[in-house]
């Protein structure tokens, strides 16, 4: 083989990768299609100083989203979400806040601000929830002569900003894959409904139970769909039999150059 059409094969091995596509997984290690953590188009990792941070990310946030939507789910009669303190302090927070510090090295920026923030946002909540600790609802609840809906009021403020800022990340992904789209589609529903399950309170002035419940639906979904991304990230020919799935949106690059080549 000659030197010019080694080459061209050993570029196909780096930017053509996909479903269908043929690894050398002698030459190179390749994160699998669709785990990037980067909804724009693909950047090449040839020259990748650093493993993919964006699983590790996806999966610390995963979990504590998986916790806190089973209890905002009231599952096994949880009503408390006080277990989900050490995950978020230890797992989604500073575990997915180095995630995102690792992006940055990468070079992902959309991957970087997502997982940073997020990191920040589970880290808030277990200051927030911490039994004792910094005393925030307490302080709330003295404020509001013994009432709780202080403490509502802000926490339901609390989340719809964070419902703002991931409708602006979920403005990023519609040029990307169909996983990717639907994880923060259903993470800006599940900030939007228990926003509004804190706001809009029942007549005993307690948080509007359907409400939470169906917001830690789609947290839940989104735990789920953030594992999935995951997976994509870490499975390749050099561990996995198959490639997982993420199935691009038509429109987007990947989906108009598959449409060219098929």
């Known amino acids: 083989m000659s030197y010019a059409n080694d080459e061209e094969q050993r570029r196909s091995y780096h930017v053509g990768f996909g479903p269908l596509a043929h690894v050398n997984t002698a030459e190179t290690q390749l994160p699998a299609f669709g785990g990037e953590m980067q909804p724009g188009l693909y950047r090449s990792v040839k020259h990748r100083k650093i493993a993919n941070p964006a699983p590790l990310g996806l999966c610390a946030f995963a979990l504590t989203t998986f916790i806190l939507g089973l209890a905002n789910m009231q599952a096994r009669d949880i009503t ?31 991957g970087a601000t997502a997982l940073s923030s997020y990191g920040g946002f589970w880290i808030s909540m277990a200051i927030v929830f911490t039994p004792g ?8 609840i003295e404020a509001d002569n013994g009432g ?18 991931t409708f602006l990340l979920l403005t990023c992904t519609v040029k990307s894959t169909v996983t990717f789209f639907s994880l923060f589609l259903s993470l800006d529903l599940a900030f939007l409904l228990l926003g509004i399950g804190y706001i809009r309170r029942d007549a005993m002035d307690a948080p509007n139970t359907p409400i939470i ?18 997976l994509a990230g870490i499975a390749d020919d050099s561990n996995s039999f198959f490639i997982i799935p993420v ?15 098929a």
């Open 213 to 230: 419940k169906a917001g830690g639906f789609f947290a839940l979904l989104a735990a789920f769909l953030a594992w999935y991304i995951a």
């Open 80 to 110: 408390e979400p006080n277990i989900v303190v050490g995950s978020a302090f230890a797992y989604g927070g500073l575990v997915q806040l180095l995630a995102g510090m690792w992006e940055m090295a990468a070079g992902n920026t959309f």
């Open 133 to 140: 600790g910094f005393s925030i609802q307490k302080s709330l």
């Open 148 to 165: 709780m809906g202080m403490f509502y009021d802000s926490l339901g403020l609390f989340l719809m900003g964070w419902f703002i800022f």
């Open 247 to 261: 199935f691009h949106f038509p429109w987007s690059e990947k989906g108009r150059k598959g449409k060219k080549n």
